[in-house]
Nanobody, 123 residues
Framework: QVQLVESGGGLVQAGGSLRLSCAAS????????MGWFRQGPGKEREIVAT????????YFPDSVKGRFTISRDNAKNIVYLQMNDLKPEDTAVYYC????????????????WGQGTQVTVSS
């Protein structure tokens, strides 16, 4: 098993930036696709970003493309989500997760999840 712990969330005004970190313990996640998801109030959990082992292939939905970036440090077992130009619609609990295979944008493809970190963007 892998334990994932997110950090870096908080309260920020619109237009600001935050960097989220996900630290892994137990088995390394360096050989797995990693993803960030979020769940806003009254909404279903949705994909935010994914990254492959090399870091050369990433995915972002249109809602965050151009504002968010994802990176990983396999040696340190840390994955990052850099969020710029934050908007109130970005308010949500953000989760990192490790894939077990399958479509990278599907929550069902991820076997391990962190506890989540709250991001609140004020207008």
């Amino acid at each position: 098993q892998v334990q994932l712990v997110e950090s870096g969330g908080g309260l920020v005004q619109a237009g600001g930036s935050l960097r989220l970190s996900c630290a892994a313990s137990g088995r390394t996640f360096g050989y797995y696709v990693m993803g960030w998801f979020r769940q806003g109030p009254g909404k279903e959990r949705e994909i935010v970003a994914t990254i492959t082992l090399s870091g050369s292939s990433t995915y972002f939905p249109d809602s965050v493309k151009g504002r968010f970036t994802i990176s990983r440090d396999n040696a340190k077992n840390i994955v990052y989500l850099q969020m710029n130009d934050l908007k109130p619609e970005d308010t949500a609990v953000y989760y990192c997760a490790q894939s077990r295979g399958g479509p990278i944008a599907s929550t069902r493809s991820y076997a391990y999840w962190g506890q989540g970190t709250q991001v609140t963007v004020s207008s």
